[in-house]
């Protein structure tokens, strides 16, 4: 049976919850992407489907380095330092939910559109345009990066969480 093990080497990881000091740290950059770092991308695929949400971010599961996940429509992301370089002056407001504050949904006012680059999983540079949903999805996991989440401030998503 190790063998077995061995070919699936992904883990659903605990999510930790407003009041873990984690989520109040500023996450740090990823400075080499090694097989721990793809780990826990693959990992935060693992746990954000596990948990049933759109999106997960790594001080989610205690880790704080500038790692997150999302799946939207069928796509899955996996991006690490990313950099909001541009987006629009529009704004919509839409109800979110949070992984890491169970039971609690605000409306948020989220860019209509933004531009973000980051590294991938194989450390390739990448440059992503979300627009709508699938941007307000990548704002709240960038939120978690920067700051402690907040109902009012960081969200998820209709019937899910991030
Ligand atoms: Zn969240």
């Not at 909001?84 to 209509?112: D, F, M, Y």
């Not at 979300?130 to 990066?145: K, S, T, V, Y």
């Amino acid at each position: 049976m190790a063998e077995f093990w061995a070919v699936i080497p992904m883990a659903v990881r605990k999510v930790v919850t407003l009041g873990n000091p984690v989520l109040r740290q500023k996450a740090q950059p990823v400075r080499k992407i090694t097989k721990a770092e793809q780990r826990l991308i693959d990992d935060l695929l693992e746990t954000m489907e596990a948990y049933e949400g759109v999106g997960l971010a790594a001080p989610q599961v205690a880790v704080p380095l500038r790692v997150f996940v999302a799946r939207w429509e069928g796509q899955t992301y996996g991006l690490i330092n990313p950099v909001i370089e541009w987006h629009s002056e529009e704004k919509v407001k839409g109800t979110e939910g949070c992984l890491s504050i169970p039971g609690v949904q605000a409306e948020v006012n989220r860019l209509l559109r933004i531009r973000v680059r980051a590294l991938d999983r194989n450390g390739n540079s990448v440059v992503l345009e979300p627009e709508g949903w699938l941007a307000r999805i990548f704002q709240h996991e960038i939120d978690h990066l920067r700051r402690a989440p907040s109902p009012g401030g960081t969200p998820p998503l209709p019937g899910s969480g991030g």
